[in-house]
Nanobody, 115 residues
């Protein structure tokens, strides 16, 4: 079983920054992709950013230039640095991991951007 534990959510003002972290543990043979998705109230879950085991990154369109994803393969962790935050970034952020075609999700961490 794979567990993903997120940390770093909270309340931030527009224009502010925040860093999310996620640590994977359990029986993991190979991690192919780690990343983040988010879901705002009344909306579908959407891609924030992913990073492959080879360091290839992919970002949602509204995150490009503001968010940066990074990972530590040795520690099975993935971080998301979020800058220039906007109220529309308010959502529950879910850590994601793919291993041999199996998708795993964290419990989610709330980010609220408000003045």
């Amino acid at each position: 079983q794979v567990q993903l534990v997120e940390s770093g959510g909270g309340l931030v003002q527009p224009g502010g920054s925040l860093r999310l972290s996620c640590a994977a543990s359990g029986t993991i043979s190979t991690i192919h992709v780690m990343g983040w998705y988010r879901q705002a109230p009344g909306k579908q879950r959407e891609l924030v950013a992913t990073i492959t085991d080879r360091g290839r990154t992919n970002y949602g369109d509204s995150m490009k230039g503001r968010f940066t994803i990074s990972s530590d393969n040795a520690k099975n962790t993935v971080d998301l640095q979020m800058n220039s935050l906007k109220p529309e970034d308010t959502a529950v952020y879910y850590c994601y991991l793919n291993s041999w075609g199996h998708n795993y999700w964290g419990q989610g961490t709330q980010l609220t951007v408000t003045s």
